[in-house]
């Protein structure tokens, strides 16, 4: 396979995506440590923000994506993710640019992401793009009954 940059698509995700798109998380995305992902959550998603959800996409199939939530308040990050045999060509750069654009016009101040605390690859590409660790917070969570 010969991708580069000028041969992949990158959108937003529709409707028919979405059964690749969990297919491509199974196998790409760091999958630890959160709710479970459905299509049902996923078309939610885009009915509330259809723009939300990006992917990268080549030779028909999905090889990226990232989500860029806005709530009107706050904008976060989520599910970024490349293809294995396509990572190092600058694919998840692109979708943090693009991710960025859009929370930017929207009215973001800032954007961030959730990362592993072991995930030394999403730290490295994170820590790249600019973002650092906010040491003074630490998330507290439950699940909804
Ligand atoms: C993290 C991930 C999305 C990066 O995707 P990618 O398309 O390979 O990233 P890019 O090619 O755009 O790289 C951008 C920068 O990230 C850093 N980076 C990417 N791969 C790296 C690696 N293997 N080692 C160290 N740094 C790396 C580099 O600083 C790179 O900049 P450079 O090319 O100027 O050196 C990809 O490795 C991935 O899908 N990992 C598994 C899922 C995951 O952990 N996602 C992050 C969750 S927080």
């Known amino acids: 396979m010969n991708a580069d940059l000028d041969h992949i698509v990158f959108r937003a995700a529709r409707g028919e995506d979405l ?3 969990l297919a491509f998380w199974a196998q790409a995305a760091e999958n630890q440590a959160r709710p479970a992902d459905n299509i049902a959550v996923l078309a939610a998603l885009l009915e509330r923000d ?15 994506t990232l989500i860029s939530g806005w709530d009107g308040w706050r904008a976060h ?16 750069a692109e979708l943090l640019r693009r991710a960025e654009a859009r929370l930017a016009a929207l ?6 992401a959730m990362v592993l605390e072991q995930n030394g690859l999403g730290q490295s590409f994170w820590a790249t793009a600019g973002f650092s660790a906010q040491p003074e917070w630490r998330r507290w ?4 009954e």
């Open 19 to 21: 059964p690749g798109i």
């Open 50 to 64: 259809a723009d939300a959800l990006d992917l990268a996409a080549y030779d028909g199939g999905v090889v990226g």
């Open 77 to 92: 990050l989520y599910r970024l993710a490349v293809r294995p045999d396509l990572r190092g060509r600058g694919i998840a």
């Open 107 to 112: 009215g973001a101040a800032r954007l961030d």
């Open 141 to 144: 969570v439950r699940s909804v």
